[in-house]
Nanobody, 122 residues
Framework: QVRLVESGGGSVQAGGSLRLSCTAS??????MGWFRQAPGKEREGVAA????????YYADSVKGRFTISQDYAKKTLYLQMNSLKPEDTAMYYC?????????????????WGQGTQVTVSS
């Protein structure tokens, strides 16, 4: 059974940084990703990575500011978020067991964490 546990969320001022972590037990690599959902909005893809080759994909809104990475030995996924903006405020979710990483589509991921809240104030 795959279980994903996120950590690292919090409150930060605009321009600040946060690093999210996602530890996977039961692991389900191949394609893993980060998604976010703001109140009243649909869940959207933020970044994804093919765990075997390391190829990464990003939503246009976060390119150049966010970096997805992994520690394969620790079965941990990271999302480094820099230059945060108020519009980045959302619940952030880790996802695993995905395919077609480049689509950043929630429907293509089988396993989800509980989420960690990120709040960016102006």
């Amino acid at each position: 059974q795959v279980r994903l546990v996120e950590s690292g969320g919090g409150s930060v001022q605009a321009g600040g940084s946060l690093r999210l972590s996602c530890t996977a037990s039961g692991y389900s690599g191949y394609c893993m990703g980060w998604f976010r959902q703001a109140p009243g909005k649909e869940r959207e893809g933020v970044a994804a990575i093919y765990t075997g080759g390391g190829m990464t994909y990003y939503a246009d809104s976060v390119k150049g500011r966010f970096t997805i990475s992994q520690d394969y030995a620790k079965k941990t996924l990271y999302l480094q978020m820099n230059s945060l903006k108020p519009e980045d405020t959302a619940m952030y979710y880790c996802a695993a067991g995905g395919y077609d990483c480049y689509r950043l589509a929630p429907a293509r991921f089988a396993y989800w964490g509980q989420g960690t809240q990120v709040t960016v104030s102006s």
